[in-house]
């Protein structure tokens, strides 16, 4: 499985930027998928989960709630996630990656592939 996200950039505090992640490969492998993001000094976290097929359950980290919206086009093999409301502490390096699991999805280990990052950064 191969993942490339990309849309990242600069924002204003209270924009909004969407980040898309292009999944190709052995996509059926895909169990659920996920954002993490790893802001300057501080270790890589759990931002958002996602179903590839059955429903698309979802999952959010509660410092995104309410503002970030992850989702999927299965048949765009991609992932995207909307960030709204966006604060300087939302700057990071974002992740997706895939797992053939649905366990534990908020903990690194748990993902067997891994895209490139994509560089958010939210400045006035």
Request: charged share 15%; aromatic share 14%; hydrophobic share 35%.
């Amino acid at each position: 499985v191969q993942l490339q996200a990309s849309g990242g950039g600069l924002v204003q505090p209270g924009g909004s930027l969407r980040l898309s992640c292009a999944v190709s490969g052995r996509t059926r492998t895909s169990y659920f998928l996920g954002w993490f993001r790893q802001a300057p000094g501080k270790e890589r976290e759990f931002v958002a989960a996602i179903r590839w097929s059955f429903g698309g359950i979802t999952y959010y980290a509660d410092s995104v709630k309410g503002r970030f919206t992850i989702s999927r086009d299965n048949a765009m093999n991609t992932m995207y996630l909307q960030m709204n409301s966006l604060k300087p502490e939302d700057t990071a390096v974002y992740y997706c990656a895939s797992t053939q699991t649905g366990l534990n999805l908020w903990v690194l280990s748990s993902y067997d592939y891994w895209g490139q990052g994509t560089l958010v950064t939210v400045s006035s």
